[in-house]
């Protein structure tokens, strides 16, 4: 059974940083990618950043230039190092880890709180 087990939210000012982690367990079969998502009150999921297994990366347009990301292999573990946060960035972070088993699926952590304050 897969776990993602996310860590690293909170509350920081604006221009501050954070890094989150999400370690991966139960993968027995080979990642395609892993990610982070983030969701806003009343707004759509949206993908912020991406890692696939070649170690190819992108981002969403509103975070380049701010946040990475990053993953060690040997931990199954996803990093997103954030900096220079704004308020907009206030969200739930959820990590992903996608693979194909044989078909694209999808698995989600539980989601950890980032706020940023003004």
């Known amino acids: 059974q897969v776990q993602l087990v996310e860590s690293g939210g909170g509350l920081v000012q604006a221009g501050g940083s954070l890094r989150l982690s999400c370690a991966a367990s139960?993968?027995?079969?080979?990642?395609?990618?892993m990610g982070w998502y983030r969701q806003a009150p009343g707004k759509q999921r949206e993908l912020v950043a991406a890692i696939i297994s070649g170690g190819s990366t992108n981002y969403a347009d509103s975070v380049k230039g701010r946040f990475t990301i990053s993953r060690d292999n040997a931990k199954n573990t996803v990093y997103l190092q954030m900096n220079s946060l704004k308020p907009e960035d206030t969200a739930v972070y959820y990590c992903?880890?996608?693979?194909?088993?044989?078909?694209?699926?999808?698995?989600w952590g539980q989601g950890t709180q980032v706020t940023v304050s003004s």
């Open positions: 992903n880890l996608a693979a194909y088993r044989p078909s694209w699926t999808n698995y």
């Open positions: 139960g993968t027995s079969f080979s990642i395609a990618r």
